[in-house]
């Protein structure tokens, strides 16, 4: 499973979409409407566990309290847990402010779905250590700055393209990854099309390197007439 993120945000509409968005990025999404649910999800037990959050997207205007107030409290609490504001197109008062109180970032409505996952990529990179940029995938650790992956302290060799494989199946987990997909990612970042029979063979490669049974697949099961899903 990838980043947490808090979604703080009253119109469900906006919820419901770029709760898709993220979660089709591979971030995990918590939800909360008001200033109270968001400090009670973000807070809880004195703080100790607002850490499980690398970041809190956090809309200034709510329908009970206000992110501004959201923000302020966060910041005392936790000063490096990351938020980005949600804010009204050239309101400046509130952008300063916001930033003023400890804003890591903002993203003025309306907005780009690629802008906005950029700039969250961006604040992640910034914000959190080395140790806390990593993917799991079962046993697996996988590690996009390095390229590298590892099982159990031992790298595991893989090539280029068994390595873009299995971070496309590892970002997406529990979710159907079909074979069109696989082609189209491959494609656009290694710049060689992939035949349906070498696909094939690439997922068996891949599988005999990173499975207990390759014969019996546990992380990366097919889903017959569709593609594959990872563990999620």
């Known amino acids: 499973m990838g980043a947490r993120i808090l979604l703080v945000e009253d119109d469900s509409v906006i919820v419901s979409a770029l709760t898709e968005l993220l979660e089709g990025e591979g971030y995990a999404v918590d939800t909360a409407a008001t200033q109270t649910a968001a400090l009670a999800r973000a807070l809880p037990s004195g703080g100790d566990s607002a850490r499980s959050y690398a970041l809190v997207l956090l809309d200034v205007s709510l329908a009970e309290g206000n992110g501004l107030a959201v923000c302020g409290a966060l910041k005392q609490a936790v000063p490096e847990l990351p938020v980005m504001f949600l804010t009204a197109s050239g309101d400046e008062f509130t952008t300063v402010t916001g930033l003023e109180l400890g804003a890591d970032d903002y993203i003025a409505k309306p907005f780009r ?108 099961t097919t889903v017959r007439g569709l593609g594959y899903r990872a563990l999620g």
Do not use: C, M
Request: glycine share 4%.
């Open 113 to 220: 779905p690629r802008e906005l996952l950029a700039r969250i990529a961006s604040v992640l990179r910034r914000t959190q250590p080395a140790s806390r940029r990593t993917i799991t995938l079962g046993p697996l650790t996988i590690d996009p700055d390095r390229a590298h992956v590892e099982r159990a302290g031992e790298e595991v060799a893989l090539s280029a393209l068994e390595y873009r494989l299995l971070l496309l199946f590892a970002t997406h987990p529990g979710k159907l990854v079909t074979r069109d997909q696989i082609r189209d990612a491959l494609w656009d970042d290694a710049g060689t099309y992939i035949e349906e029979n070498t696909l094939t063979v690439y997922i068996k490669r891949l599988r005999d390197k990173i499975e207990d049974d390759p014969a019996h697949p546990a992380l990366i």
